[in-house]
Structures are given as structure tokens and as C-alpha cells.
């Protein structure tokens, strides 16, 4: 038997992982049936769940009038039964979108953003936490110019849109902004720029921030995301770190593929235990930590080679807390036992 994480750390926050549904569509290089491919014993360890790409608006919406429920439908399923948390992600966002949304006038889009917001979240109640906008600013600080969405709108319009909406759709659930590379300051201070804006509105209900962890194994410093938090803590919002994955490549695209080894598997525990450390550190914000992926054999690391290229060739990355064999690695384990480091 295999120590259970998410009991292990349910005081503080609850532990989840992203999961295929086996859809298939715009951005899947990798199928995958999570639910079947790993063992419930393996499953049983997290208590929340994300879908990777079934709720992505080209995957659940491929054209105007078709919606591909069946996958989300299985994940809700098997977390009722199951009794899991589930986090939805994304509602807006400007990849993996449907071609046929591209193509809309300024009012269709409009219509667009509030058939879609409204049908995916009226159709999952169950889905209590919802992503509503992801990735809305570049790592320069400026609003990602590419976005459908604010090709549309301008400003920052989109994204109070999309928040009412959203609290219209299900006045109950939790709504977050999520992004990366929160430690850029540039980044930082327009994300927060965005914060007051929403704050400003009435009824645009942010509820937190999802802070994707995709992280390396020497970047950012832990005290670095300190300053993130604790500028976040002070705005009353409360955090998921929503895709937590740790490089072994450093993000970098001009190494040899390395083979795990245990040197490589202590690096890792090592990275996992200060970062876990740190969000013990900062439970009274942080709600919910989420692996983007279970294991090494399944991973968008294993495509990604650099920030300016995700390839579609293969290269085996180790960034998760199982292997690609499915046993728990050194990580697991001293996860499980922080309590002995600290
Ligand atoms: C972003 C998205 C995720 C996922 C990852 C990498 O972080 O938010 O849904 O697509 O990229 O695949």
C-alpha cells in the first residue's frame, strides 16, 4: 500500500491531479483514459481532479451547435462515486480554441463567450471551481494580443465579461484568474492591475488566483514565490497552484535526453519538499495543490523542448511524482513524510 497524500495533507489543502478522458481534438498529441490507465490505488491518492484538455472550448465545443460532453460526463461521475473535488479549466483562453469560433464578427463573439461560459457551467454544478480566465497577459506584462477574445474587446473588457458570465452561469462557485510566471515583476504588476479592475466592478466576484507551477528544479526561488503570495494574501484572494510539474531540463531545449537516475530522483524529492514546505507554510491562502499530470509517462513535458518550441518529438521528462512505470518515486515518498525533514 502506498501512503495517501491527500490524507496526509488534508488539514492544509487539497492534492489533485489533471486527468484525460480519452477526447481527442485541437492540442491532444498524447490521448490518454486516466480513469483506466492508472490503478484506482493510484487514483485513490489525490482528492481533486482537473481535466487536462476535456473542458478546453475547442474539445467540449468543436462546432457551434455540437457539444462533447461524454468526457467531462465520466469525470463527474467517477468524482461523485468517488467523492472527489473538481476544478474546472478553462472557460476563456486563447489556445485550443474551436476553428469555427475564429471566424465570428465582434457580437457573435460576444454570443459565443456567453453560450459557452453558460452551457459548460450550468451542465457541471458539481464543477465548484472554474478557471474562468487563463494566460490573459504575456510574460512582458501587456494583454495577450493574439487572444481571440481580445481581438474582440480591447482592455481588459473580455475579462470582466467572462466574470460576470460566469457568476450568472453558477453565483455559487469559485471563480479564479490563472496564469504562469507570476515571479516576473512585469507580469506580476499587470495581473494585479487586472485584480483591481475586477475589484472595482461590482459583482465580478473573484474568488483567487491559480498560480500554474510549472517550475524547474532551480527556478523560481522559493522566496520569490513568497513575494507572490504574500502579495496576493494581502488582497483578501485566496490561491490554487493549479499545474505543478517540475522541468529536469530546466525548460531548456539543447540537452541530451538524460536517463533517471538516483541522483536525479533525490534532485527532485529535494525541489518537491522545499516547495511543499513553503505551501504549508502559506495554507491559510493556498486551497488547492495540482500535479499536472500523474505520471512520467504522461506528461506536455514530454513534448515541450523550450519556450519557443513544443515539439511534437518525444523527449522523456521526469516531472511527476510517479514514474513512467507508475511507481511512486523518492518524491512521493518524502512528500508523504514532511513532517520528518521539516
Ligand atoms: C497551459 C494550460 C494548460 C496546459 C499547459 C501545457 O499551462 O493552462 O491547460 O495546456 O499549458 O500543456
Not at 180 to 190: E, G, I, R, T, W
Not at 192 to 213: A, M, P, S, T, V
Not at 274 to 294: M, P, R, S
Not at 297 to 319: G, I
Request: net charge negative; with cysteine; hydrophobic share 40%.
Amino acid at each position: 500500500m502506498i501512503p495517501n497524500i491527500s490524507d496526509i495533507y488534508k488539514e492544509y489543502f487539497s492534492i489533485g491531479s489533471a486527468v484525460g478522458l480519452g477526447e481527442t481534438g485541437i492540442g491532444v498529441t498524447d490521448p490518454i483514459d486516466s480513469l483506466s490507465v492508472y490503478p484506482e490505488e493510484i487514483l485513490s491518492v489525490f482528492n481533486s481532479f482537473t481535466p487536462e484538455n476535456a473542458l478546453k472550448a475547442g474539445i467540449i465545443h468543436p462546432e457551434k451547435e455540437i457539444f462533447n460532453f461524454a468526457p467531462v460526463d465520466k469525470l463527474v461521475k467517477y468524482a461523485i462515486t468517488h467523492n472527489k473535488e473538481l476544478r474546472g479549466h478553462p472557460l476563456i483562453w486563447a489556445s485550443q480554441l474551436g476553428e469555427w469560433m475564429k471566424k465570428g464578427s465582434k457580437k457573435e463573439i460576444k454570443q459565443l463567450m456567453e453560450d459557452h461560459i453558460y452551457s459548460v457551467m450550468t451542465r457541471y454544478p458539481e464543477i465548484k471551481v472554474w478557471d474562468v480566465v487563463n494566460e490573459a497577459i504575456t510574460d512582458e506584462g501587456k494583454l495577450r494580443g493574439d487572444s481571440l477574445w481580445y481581438r474582440a474587446f480591447g482592455g481588459f473588457t473580455y475579462i470582466s465579461m467572462a466574470f460576470e458570465i460566469a457568476h450568472r452561469a453558477n453565483p455559487n462557485a469559485k471563480l479564479l484568474y490563472n496564469d504562469y510566471n507570476f515571479v516576473k515583476p512585469q507580469k506580476l504588476d499587470a495581473i494585479l492591475r487586472i485584480i483591481d479592475y475586477l475589484k472595482l466592478i461590482e459583482g465580478y466576484h473573484l474568488y483567487g488566483i491559480g498560480i500554474q507551477g510549472h517550475w524547474h528544479v532551480d527556478w523560481p526561488k522559493v522566496e520569490d514565490i513568497q513575494v507572490v503570495f504574500d502579495k496576493l494574501r494581502t488582497l483578501g484572494l485566496k490561491i490554487h497552484i493549479t499545474e505543478l510539474d517540475i522541468c529536469l531540463y530546466k525548460g531548456q531545449g539543447n540537452v541530451a535526453t538524460l536517463e533517471y537516475n538516483s541522483f536525479l530522483d533525490t534532485v527532485l524529492a529535494a525541489r518537491y519538499v522545499e516547495l511543499f514546505t513553503l505551501f504549508k507554510k502559506n495554507a491559510d491562502i493556498i486551497e488547492n495543490v495540482t500535479f499536472w499530470g500523474i505520471a512520467d509517462n504522461h506528461t506536455w513535458l514530454n513534448r515541450f523542448w523550450d519556450y519557443f518550441n513544443h515539439s511534437k518529438e518525444f523527449r522523456q521528462n521526469y516531472p511527476l511524482l510517479f514514474d513512467k512505470n507508475l511507481k511512486p518515486k523518492k518524491a512521493y515518498y518524502a512528500l508523504c513524510s514532511i513532517g520528518e525533514y521539516l
